[in-house]
Structure formats: C-alpha cells, structure tokens
C-alpha cells in the first residue's frame, strides 16, 4: 500500500475520531450544531501540499466550515520526519488552515516516544497552535479500517481555544475538497482527454503558443464582443483568464479537439435552421467521437436551432450570444475536471507541467499512433490510476465490505423477478451503491454523501464507477454479481500494481 494510500485510511480514521469528540475538540465553535466529517485530499494545488484534508461542517449554516490538514509519515521516512511534521503542520497553518494533525509512528528504531517529543516541542516553541498529534501502531491492512484502534492521541486540543498567528497577507483557505480517490467525471475523463492535454503541455512548454493558429468564425466574434466588448474572444470561448501553463494548455485542447472549427457553427442550413452535428475530436474509446453541444433534443443547439425556427422575434444574434456563452460555461467544467484529474493522477506536478511519469504517458500514447487506447499507455493509466489516484482505496474498501456484508446474507440487495419461466434473482444495484455511499460517507468519512452534489441529482459512485469500467477494473457488462456487489478485475488490479514498479 502506497504512502497516499495509508494517509487516506488514517486520515479518515482520525475524522471518526474527531467526529466522536466533537464537542471536546471545537468547543464553542459548536455553537448548539453537530459536526459532519469528510476525510479527502486537497482541492487545490497551492503550495504547501498536505497529505490530506479533514472537512467539519456544523449543521448550523451560521458556523463556518473548519478545515484541518493532515500530515502523515511512514516509518521508513525516519526519525527526521518528526520535525518535518511540525515544521509542515505549522507551514499549514500560515497556509490559512484552521488546524493540522500530525500523525506519526508510536516507535521508531531510533526514538520510543516519538508523539511526546513532538508534542513537548509544540508546547514550548507554539502551546497555542491548533495542532493535535496521534502516533499509530502498525495498521491492519486485511482489516475493513486498517487504523481501527491503531491511533492514539498525544496532544488533544480545544480548537476555540487555539490561536493561530499568521502574517498579514496569510488568508483562511477555501476549504475546496476532492475525494481521496482522484477526481473524475463520467463523460469528461475519457484517455484520449488526458492524452491531448498532456501532449498541449508537452507542446507549449517546448514552442510556447500560437493563438492566431485557432480561427473563429465572424458570428462567433461577434457575439462574443456583444456579450462582453472588452473581452478577448479566445480567452472568453475557452474561459482562460491569461497566459499560465495550464490556460495556453486547455486553449490548445479546447480549440484544436473540443471546439475546433468544424463543430463550431451552430447551424449548415437557414431554411429552415439545422442543427451542425459534427462531433468533437475526442475519442471516448478507440472508434467513437465525444459529441459535445448537439446530439440530444436537449443539447443547446438544438434548443437554439429550434427556437430560430418557431420564436417570433427570436434573431440570429441572439442565438449566438446564448451558444457563446453556454461555450464558455462547459469549457469551464471541462477544464476543472480533466486538469485537476491529471493532477491527482501524477501527470502533472504543481505548476501544470509533465511529470516523469506524464512524459512517459505522453510518450507511450504517441509511440502508439497517437492512440491511448492501445496496451502500453492504458497499462499506464490504469497503474496510475491505483497508486497515485489511489483508486486502490476505493476498490478494496468496497471488496471488504461488501464481502463481509455478502458472508452474513448472500443473497442481500436481490429481489425475486417473477417470469413466465421462472422466478429469477435480481440483484438491486442501486439498493447496494446507496449502501456503499452510506459506508464510504458515514462510517469511514471518505466521500460526501451523494445526495449533498450536484442538488442531489447525482447517483452514488457514477463517475468512479464510469471511470472504473473504462479502465476494465469493473467489468463494463457485468458491473455487480449477485453475493459480490463491485463486480472487479482482480487479475487486471494486481497486474496494474505490479505494472507500475516498472514505469
């Protein structure tokens, strides 16, 4: 199990902890609410990086959220990862943290009590600091929650109590959250998304851009300047606010493989208005093309076409101002979705450039014929994928849950279909995921209860379970099996992680 992978069974342990204790731990801060607890990663890729986030909320709308680092360090990092901890979780704090914990070994080779050392230095150099401290003995990793009764806390706190000095320009952070298991979205990252962006880097970061190369037609400008007159249309069309590494990358995939000049018209014909259904330059698998603004009755196109041909009064002009900034509005949750993915899956570092391991994903996709569907660049993925985007998590806490629901009821979440051959045993998929997002948010604090995103219109795991299936680790045809629940690739698991020692 990788570090990122102990990191995010602890840290969601110790929010169960805190969540126990919530009275004790925010004190007055409660304010007569109760605290939610999330365990994920960090939203952003602001320097300094935590290993993970704990979010608290207070069912009282009037408290703010509190959102706490967390630093986590394995035995083999040494003794001098205790001071790496304090100096990080004060580094956190300067960060506009609310508070940090530190988790750390019970016993080094070389130190047998380390969590009071570090607590004797936080209460002589900082005894106001809103930093709590645990030492854990050696997880169970067979175990459902491999730090259940693992943890114990050296130094507790009473966060209304704490103090937190921080320099004048230090701002309490945002609080944004990811899931442990690195961000996806069903319908967005697809390989070939990953690869395009990715080779955009590996392209600009060489030769720098070229924005005259993304040609727009006159009604676009146009609308676009009627919109918002001072705007550049560029800019405004792929919702880049300027020159960054990451703006000149989605520029280059948004214009050339998302809205490149062939889809770009609304309509091929006047009398009467039809919808241009030319898809995007997107390969959602080796054959298919990504459709993106047409090819549903409810895409906007054909919600503006429609209106062209039935609206009295309804101009050409006012068709193009809705389709430019409906343009704008989906390059924006196109970008949020697949760069912050390509983050937490380690292909990019920080400052939006290729790591080793994009360069090698770039490289393999190109010696492929520019395909990411071909073996060598999948077998990348998928490794990726388990180790840093630490889908692994999220796959074998469902296999031992549910195998453990499954060994007391095996028929649990099945229904009797009644046939005119026979009764046949249907097992509810939906009943199970419901089941599984209750574990996963109020047993473990690793994931936010489906219902509270998106306004509750989300289903539980649909993007992971997308993703998933794309990368075969769910069976795409066969996703649950009866007495099983995930209906998982455990030979396609073992030879990814295998795989990635050798990237």
């Known amino acids: 199990m990788s570090h990122d992978s102990e990191a995010a069974y602890a840290s969601s342990e110790i929010a169960d902890i805190i969540q126990g204790k919530a009275v004790k731990f925010f004190g007055t801060l409660t304010a007569g609410g109760t605290w939610s607890l999330s365990a994920g990663r960090e939203g952003s890729t602001a320097w300094p990086l935590a290993d993970g986030l704990i979010q608290a909320k207070n069912s009282k709308l009037t408290v703010q959220d509190v959102n706490i680092a967390f630093e986590y360090k394995r035995p083999n990092e040494g003794v001098h990862g205790i001071l790496t901890a304090v100096g990080q979780s004060l580094a956190y704090l300067e960060k506009g943290y609310d508070a940090s914990v530190i988790c750390i070994p019970k016993i080094y080779t070389s130190h047998a009590n380390p969590g009071v050392h570090v607590k004797n230095i936080i209460e002589t150099t900082a005894p106001d600091a809103p930093i709590t401290v645990y030492t854990y003995d050696t997880p169970n990793m067979a175990n459902t929650r491999p730090f259940s009764k693992k943890l114990t806390c050296i130094r507790d706190i009473d966060l209304s109590k704490s103090i937190v000095y921080r320099s004048s320009g230090a701002k309490k952070v945002s609080g944004q959250i990811s899931t442990i298991w690195a961000h996806v979205r069903e319908g967005m990252s697809h390989p070939d998304a990953f690869f395009r962006y990715c080779q955009g880097v590996k392209i600009i970061s060489s030769i720098g ?295």
């Open 209 to 503: 851009e070229d924005k005259s190369k993304y040609t727009l037609p006159k009604e676009i400008i146009d609308a676009v300047k009627r919109v918002d007159p001072t705007a550049d249309p560029w800019m405004y069309l792929s919702n880049t606010p300027g020159d960054s590494m990451s703006d000149m990358a989605w520029r280059y995939v948004w214009f050339n493989y998302y809205f490149w000049p062939g889809l770009m018209p609304l309509y091929t014909s006047k009398t009467p208005y039809t919808v241009n259904d030319i898809e995007t330059k997107i390969r959602i698998d080796v054959t298919t093309k990504q459709k993106l603004f047409s090819g549903r009755s409810d895409s906007i196109k054909a919600k503006l076409v429609d209106k062209l041909n039935k609206t009295s009064g309804y101009t050409e002009d006012d068709a193009w101002e809705e389709y430019v900034k409906k343009v704008r509005k989906d390059a924006h949750s196109y970008r949020e979705v697949i760069d912050s993915g390509l983050y937490q899956l380690g292909l990019l570092d920080a400052d939006s450039l290729l790591t080793e391991y994009g360069y090698k994903y770039v490289n393999a996709c190109e010696k492929a014929g520019n395909n990411p569907y071909n073996d060598e660049p999948m077998n990348i993925l998928r490794a990726i994928s388990l180790q840093i985007g630490q889908f692994d998590v999220f796959l074998y806490t469902a296999y031992k849950y549910s195998q453990d629901r499954f060994q007391a009821y095996f028929d649990d979440f099945t229904k009797v279909k009644k046939l005119k051959t026979g009764d046949k045993i249907v097992f509810q998929s939906a009943d199970y995921l419901d089941w599984l997002d209750d574990v996963f948010t109020n047993q473990l604090h690793m994931y936010k209860k489906t219902t509270l995103r998106a306004g509750g219109t989300r289903k539980p795991f649909q993007a992971e379970m997308a993703y998933l299936k794309k990368l075969g680790f769910i069976y795409s045809n066969n996703a649950f099996k009866r007495g099983t629940g995930l209906n998982i690739d455990w030979p396609l698991v073992e030879g990814s992680l295998i795989y990635f020692q050798g990237i």
